[in-house]
């Protein structure tokens, strides 16, 4: 074994190209490019912005890379495909090469989008053939065979205007109820039926001159006229 070894309580320096480099205080801190380190480990790159720290496997396939710049610090994989970033007071996180998940300095927090412009704002791309996936599910397992989910779903390449709100049995796809809006024909439906699928639920549907349509019945005039119900189909 080899041993380096200062018995004062001093500072130790390493430097190359006739300058400090490393400094390993008396209390044991140790700093890269810094002569005054504030933590354990304090590192101060060469330059005003970029990557500060990097950390690979054995092989160097996979980097985990520290940035930092004027704006902010992120913990990242090679060029921002993945990871963290907390910059001009917001909070990102990337996926695949993209952002998929801001936080603003104001609070919003913005799903697909990086333009969130409420409280909760989720977007899903409408022209992907990913469309026929729910934009949000809200899932609840009672652990005792009755998982119960809600769906927002809408925007397939089949009803792009279409957009409905589905509860459905997990264990029983055909068992789902939903409401929604087919905004280009101006139609409210609500219906029972298969999971997935807004065209299989239509029991009722209302139009904009208030008229409701019933699976196997004729048209009604009016569900209510007044404070009177009417009953009258045709």
């Known amino acids: 074994d080899a041993l380096l070894y200062l018995r004062e309580n001093a500072n130790m320096t390493f430097s190359t190209n006739n300058s400090e480099k490393v400094r390993i205080t008396g209390i044991g801190s140790v700093g890269i490019g810094s002569d005054d380190p504030k933590a354990a480990l304090d590192v101060t790159g060469d330059q005003s912005a970029g990557y500060q720290a990097q950390f690979a496997n054995s092989s160097g396939s996979n980097r985990a890379k520290i940035y930092v710049d004027g704006n902010g610090a992120a913990f990242v994989s090679e060029n921002f495909n993945n990871g963290f970033e907390i910059a001009s007071n917001t909070a990102r996180i990337y996926a695949n090469g993209s952002e998929r998940f801001r936080i603003t300095d104001g609070g919003d927090v913005g799903i697909g989008t990086d333009v969130p412009d409420s409280l909760l704002h989720v977007f899903t791309n ?107 189909a045709g």
């Open 126 to 232: 409408t022209s992907s053939s990913a469309t026929s996936e729910p934009v949000a599910i809200f899932e609840c397992d009672t652990s005792s065979g009755g998982d119960v989910s809600i769906r927002l779903e809408g925007g397939a390449s089949s009803n792009p205007d279409e957009i409905y709100v589905e509860f459905c049995d997990k264990d029983d796809s055909s068992n789902s109820w939903a409401i929604g809006l087919d905004d280009d024909a101006g139609h409210l439906y609500i219906g029972n039926g298969t999971k997935g699928t807004m065209n299989s639920h239509t029991q009722i549907k209302f139009n904009k001159a208030g008229g409701a349509n019933f699976s196997g019945i004729a048209t009604a005039t009016q569900l209510f006229e007044g404070s009177s119900r009417v009953a009258t």
